[in-house]
């Protein structure tokens, strides 16, 4: 931001000129993200009379691409005693064509005269100038990317099916630091064949007593 070495007349008259400056009417609709506001041409009726009146005046100039894709755009308020504020400021070009520079041209004029002046303004179509992407029905994206429900093992806290089709059971292993046992999962195939034996004989493995017997058979013994 540049001003000149004193602006205590303009900061007076500006101050005089927001206080008469009326809303301006947000009478464009945004059909990206459903809302209103007021384009370039209502805010410069808002702000004319009241500037006018007060000696100031409004000058924007196009300063032309910089950063490679960001349009600066130089605002500058001024006062008849010769006093001045000037502000410069970029803004991305959304599309790289006649429109696209026209579009955020436009956003950027506007957006940096209601910021001169503190006119309240709702964000418009400049989002769909200088926003990467216009709103999206978040609840479809987030159902397209909720993960699938991962299959989960089945049965109960002595015998579970896992989701690749083992059977696992509970078996003691060993005791915590306060003298109580403690259970893990372990893969039938994994056990003994005392193991087995004991097991297929204990109600609370009954999901498994079948493979147990299998299992058992395979190994050449009888249950």
Same mark, same amino acid.
């Given at each position: 931001m540049e001003m000149s070495e004193k602006i205590n007349a303009l900061a007076e008259a500006l101050a005089k000129a927001q206080g008469e400056m009326k $809303?301006?009417?947000?009478?464009? /609709? $945004?059909p990206f993200f459903k809302s209103? !506001?007021?384009d370039l041409a209502e805010c410069l009726n808002v702000a004319r009379e009241p500037l006018s009146k007060n000696g100031l005046s409004i000058f924007q100039a196009n300063e032309g691409i910089v950063e490679t894709s960001k349009l600066a755009v130089t605002t500058m308020i001024m006062h008849s005693s010769g006093q001045f504020i000037k502000v410069t400021s970029s803004y991305p070009i959304q599309k790289? /064509? +006649?429109q696209g520079f026209g579009s955020t041209l436009t956003y950027a004029r506007r957006y940096s005269l209601a910021a001169a002046l503190g006119l309240a303004q709702e964000d418009d179509d400049g989002n769909s100038a200088c926003a990467p992407e216009p709103k999206q029905d978040f609840k479809a994206k987030n159902?397209? =990317?909720k993960p699938k429900a991962q299959p989960q093992s089945t049965g109960d806290k002595f015998v579970k099916i896992t989701p690749q089709g083992d059977i696992v059971v509970t078996v003691a292993n060993g005791h915590d630091k306060n003298g109580?046992? *403690? +259970? +893990? !999962?372990k893969n039938i195939k994994d *056990?003994?064949?005392?193991? *087995?034996?004991k097991m297929v004989t204990i109600p609370q493995y009954a999901l498994a007593h079948t493979a147990i017997k299998t299992l058992l058979e395979e190994m050449? =013994?009888?249950a």
């Open positions: $809303n301006a009417v947000k009478g464009c /609709d $945004n209103k !506001y007021a790289n /064509d +006649a159902k397209e =990317q109580r046992p *403690l +259970a +893990a !999962y *056990l003994t064949i005392e193991e *087995l034996e050449g =013994q009888t």
